[in-house]
């Protein structure tokens, strides 16, 4: 039993032994660990320290004193030496290697000197650009690569940019003509590599107007170099914003991740490369614009836009190239790292980077065509499209391409806006004359509206000096700035014409104007066009004429797109127009926008396009006047002698056969005989018509009273404009004469103003020669007059009418009675009250609203059942008029005419002119 204790014992002391072993091995482990550790952790620190100072100045440099004999050390230099050994034995090669890859990916101007290439022009029409753009060349120590000691090897330094990168440069202090010469040296070598206006330039200074890089001014003058507006950046992001959405919707439709892709798959260049140079001098930009600056970064290398950015503080996303200048000639950049210096390329010669600009800027406009005429707007055959689905005219150009203006469904109506002497008017011309030439006037009608005081669309109809007219024109109206009503007018005629239409597309169970003329091709269904030109004037005041446009003009935006009616509505100033205020729907339809230079309130309030656009151009906008649909177009002289009357000669030589527009000159007093309401009257009617005047509506009508044998159908001309008078009452009793047969009617003609009794005697002796009795009778012949006819009105003699001039001239002596007889007021008013139904109608002057009143006596207005007012306030016409509030301020050349059996309430009326006034 002792001997089995002591073996335990000893197997236990044996387990122990064994287990300190285990133990003292794993203890020296840890410690040897450690102390590798300790030594890889110096080392690190010491490989960091050597690396800052340098390996050749390890032995002078004090902050390694306490390594120097340390193991550590001597291992990490001796690493350190094996690493730069095995570096520059594989570099040895690099200089030259790095000479062949800039030469590869930058040929010809982009990394050649600029002997070979500045002042020649680019031919690259190629869909692909060079890789890279030389800015300088890096050199080595020669005797580190395994060369001679004292050599040095060079190599040139360029940079990405085009579909590659963006560029950000950093400047040093009193660097900017050094940063200047950069940017200048990078964009020649773009410029001169492709051909002329395959690239566009945009610059922007936050700190110089006009002065951004003066060599390039030549090529400012076209649309190769734009220079923006210090405080407008916000226009030039959302420009190029607008580019990259246009150019994103375009390429991924086709199918391509990229505009470079889609020119590289398809071998064709299908956009311009677009470069945005930004000074920002180091200042803060707003954050908003920070924000947008960053959102363009990130989309525009997709869309073939590159930014360089000087000294603009902010760290954009996706591929950045930087460059850091130490001073005038030397730079970093993030390519070849902080450890290689890069000397620049010396600045270009000013003057032939000038003259190189003025040479690219030549071959522009060359390749352009040069600058384009109004014919160049024209197709070389006239009238060969459809109109059923849009119309579509180039209405300019850009750079030598042409600009179209469409008018469909996606953009029904349009609003043009531009400062006097801005072109609008020539832009009007260009447009129509656009349209005009393409489409036959079976396929497009225009309603042309001027209410300025001028004759814009005066030529369009015909005149003395040309008998021509444009074709296409159903009514021109000119000089209509004080005729309101014939802008409500033309809106209630097309509104009469979009219910026609729905109605006829409700028959054939179609929706709009495309499908209507499809199923009824026999139909005549024109697009129609309507021009309102300082269209503001509608809602010049605050009434019944102003409520009513607005109404109409309303529904026709809304409604008449799918009907083919389509507004063009055109001012110089569009600010004041408070009618619309809180009543978007029409501007919210005019979803094309023309922007003539210097516009406001035309475009988006954000789009300052207007502002910058030159003269002579126009910004075509078919997206509710938001920036990124903006086009400038350049718009040709359509206006001046020669231009637009020519192209009108051929359209009316072509279409003969289409009738006359009707012209409506507010300036000129339309004359009876050329009216075709009163030449078309003829003897035999029942109901016989006294035509007093022309109304104000889109067809050539005149008002007129008819005269049945009905109580109280007498005429009352009312206020004391003589001429005025004289012309109702003339148009009045020469037109009831063409509608009998001679000696079948009885005028009796007295006059109880003396200076109009020549004007009477004359219309007395027409009417004789049309074979009618016609006497004249004076003011002293008047109470015989009226007591003669009260005493034959039992009498069946046939129609007799009394045409009375000045009756309130005589009222005193009509108002004296003799005894047991009525008085000559007494007996004219019974012939105004029972002479009507008795065949004798009245038609009479008076020179004012209260001495009618006094001759008709209590209760006799209802015999007076139309009436003429002349010089005359509306609010003395109540009475005259069933009580309502008539709204009329007398105007020159107008009068307001009323008759109770067919209006519900006045319009005004235009007196006709006299030949007879011509001579007086």
Sequence with gaps: MGRKVVEQRARVTNALEALRHQIGLALGAARNAHSDAELELTKLKLEKLVLSVGLDNVATDPRLAEYRGDPAMTSVLSWLESVRSRFYADWADGPDELRRVVASAAPGPAGRPPSEWLGRLGTDEGPTSPGLWRIGEATVDGSSVGRAPGTTLSFDVAVPLLDESHLSITSAPKTRA??????????????STFAPGAVKVHLWDIGQLTAVLPNFYALSRTSAVTVHDPTRLVDLLDELAGHIRRIHTQTLQAGYASLRAMREATGKRVEPWRIAVLYGNGEDLAPEHLRDLRRVASGALAAGISLVLVDVPTVLGGSVETISLLDDRRAITSMTGSGVEIRLDPPLPGGQVANAAARIAEAIVTRQGGPRSFAD??????????SARELRTPVGFHEGEPVE?????????????????????????????????????????????????????????PGKKDESWLPHARLVGVNVNTDREFGVALLRFLSDEMRRRSAAAKEFEVTNIAELREADPTGHWPRIVAVIDEFQYLFAERDSVTAMATSLLEDLA???????????????DIAGIDAFWGKPAVFEQCTLRIAMPKARRVLAESNQAAVSAPRWHAVINHESGVAHGNQLAHIPDASTKNTFPVLQRQLWQRYATHGRPRLFDGAVAPRLDELTAFTSLTPGSNRPKALVGQSIEVADNAHGVELPAAPGRNLAVLGSSTTEALSVLDAATRSLARQYEPGTAEFVLGCAVDRCLGDVRALADELASLGHKAPVVTADEFPELIAQRATELSESAGDRFLVLYGVDAVLPALERKEPGKPSGLDQLRILLKQG???????????????????????????????WVALDVQGNELAAFCAGQVVHWA????????????????????????RPEADHA
Aim: charged share 20%; net charge neutral.
């Design 836 to 866: 009507p139904p008795k065949g004798l109608h009245v038609l009479g002057w008076w020179r004012g609203v209260a001495r009618l009143k006094d001759t008709l006596g209590f209760g006799g207005t209802e015999d007076i059942g139309a």
């Design 890 to 913: 007398p105007r020159a050349g107008r009068a307001l005419f009323f008759d109770r059996s067919t209006h519900a309430s006045p319009e005004v009326t235009v007196p006709f002119h």
């Design 377 to 386: 707007l024209l197709p070389t055959e006239y009238g060969q499209e459809c």
């Design 178 to 191: 050094t940063v200047d010469a950069l940017v200048e040296n990078l964009l020649m070598r773009v410029l």
């Design 558 to 572: 809304r409604r008449g797109r799918s009907q083919g009616i389509h507004l063009i509505l055109a001012s110089q």
């Design 405 to 461: 203006v469409v008018i469909g469904d996606a953009t029904p109506h349009a609003l043009i806006g531009g400062p006097s002497g801005s072109g609008k008017t020539n832009f009007l011309y260009a447009l129509l004359g656009g349209l005009a030439a393409r489409y036959s006037p079976d396929e497009l009608a225009l309603y042309l509206l001027d209410f300025k005081e001028g004759v814009s669309f005066a030529g369009l109809a």
